[in-house]
């Protein structure tokens, strides 16, 4: 349509309960511009907890409603029922070996949880003016795997799946398996190689631009893309400790190092790949909250909201709501 303005890109982080950051961050999105995320954006992206994120904010209603789930609703859902999600009994704390020797956390608990939010829904099912891409890695062909809501051999996959695979986490939680395309696939979290997929998010985009004849007329400099973190890490490991570690001490660390290593390269790509101008990165150091993801307790879920209150208060977010008012959305409905 030739009144279209932009095409706009959300990306969400991967971080466990960590996750809870940016569902507060977009629900005052949706406050400050009385809209809902997934009509403010054409695409959203997300890994882990970001790809549960995208999944229940594209999530399309019944009875007629735009779409189930506010982002409101999702920040209540981290602060309701992490516990339910991160709970491990004595036995599995026992037989696990405090997780050394098996993932740290039954299955059980997180597909109770999202068979709740989620139940039957095919991920085909999403609001019709937004498209979901949610990262998964299949341990057994070695590759990556990105989950499109419009891509047709991913659709029939229940949405509560793509959520299961996407958020399992190594040592967390243990693989899942997904038959597409008539092959089943194991999966487990898309951080292990793309913890931001900000990065994915926007090539996909400008493949959308390129390939599809209704956003054709807008070119590669009418993409806002804006990606939002879970917290960055800031506890140090130190050389006197790591020096004499082996496997088991480094497993932990070296999954954060990971997962927060490859969000800063993300970053740093995009900044030169389309510049500020277009490019909203919201993240901020976790000071004053635990950096841990599964650590689900009363308290750190208030030191986590205040975090999330902190980054509400800064110009780059102040920014984002602005434009977000200000620009037109390049959404209509998906065939």
Not at 81 to 92: L, P
Request: charged share 25%; proline share 3%; aromatic share 8%.
């Amino acid at each position: 349509m030739s009144d279209r303005k932009t095409f706009n890109v959300l990306s969400i982080d991967g971080g466990g309960i960590r996750g809870i950051i940016p569902a507060m961050v977009l629900a005052e999105i949706e406050r400050r511009t009385d809209r809902r995320i997934c009509e403010l954006f054409d695409l959203i992206a997300g890994t882990s907890t970001g790809g549960i994120l995208a999944l229940g904010l594209s999530k399309n209603g019944s009875g007629g409603r735009q779409n189930q789930y506010s982002a409101e609703d999702l920040a209540e859902f981290y602060a309701s029922r992490g516990q339910d999600i991160f709970n491990r009994s004595f036995w599995k704390g026992v037989s696990s070996v405090g997780g050394l020797g098996d993932e740290k956390y039954s299955h059980e608990g997180l597909e109770d949880v999202l068979n709740e939010y989620f139940g039957e829904v095919l991920l085909h099912q999403t609001h019709q003016t937004t498209r979901t891409l949610v990262a998964c890695y299949d341990i057994e062909a070695r590759e990556p795997l990105f989950l499109k809501s419009w891509r047709v051999q991913h659709g029939s996959i229940r949405m509560r799946e793509v959520a299961r695979a996407t958020s399992a986490a190594p040592t967390y939680f243990e693989p899942t398996q997904i038959c597409i395309e008539s092959q089943l696939r194991t999966l487990i979290d898309g951080g292990i190689f793309i913890n931001t997929p900000v990065v994915s998010a926007y090539a996909e985009a400008r493949r959308i631009i390129a390939e599809e004849e209704n956003f054709q007329h807008l070119e590669e400099s009418d993409i806002l893309v804006v990606s939002l973190g879970t917290g960055k890490l800031t506890r140090e490991i130190p050389y006197e400790e790591a020096i004499d570690w082996g496997k088991v001490e480094w497993l932990l660390p070296l999954l954060s190092c990971i997962f927060d290593g490859v969000s800063d390269a993300a970053n740093y790509h995009m900044e030169r790949f389309i510049g500020t101008e277009n490019y909203i990165r919201l993240q901020t150091p976790l000071n004053d909250a635990d950096d841990d993801m599964d650590n689900a307790s009363g308290g750190n879920i208030n030191n986590l909201k205040s975090v999330a209150n902190n980054l509400i208060d800064r110009d780059d977010f102040i920014t984002i709501c602005e434009r977000l008012n200000q620009l037109e959305v390049a959404t209509e409905p998906l065939n």
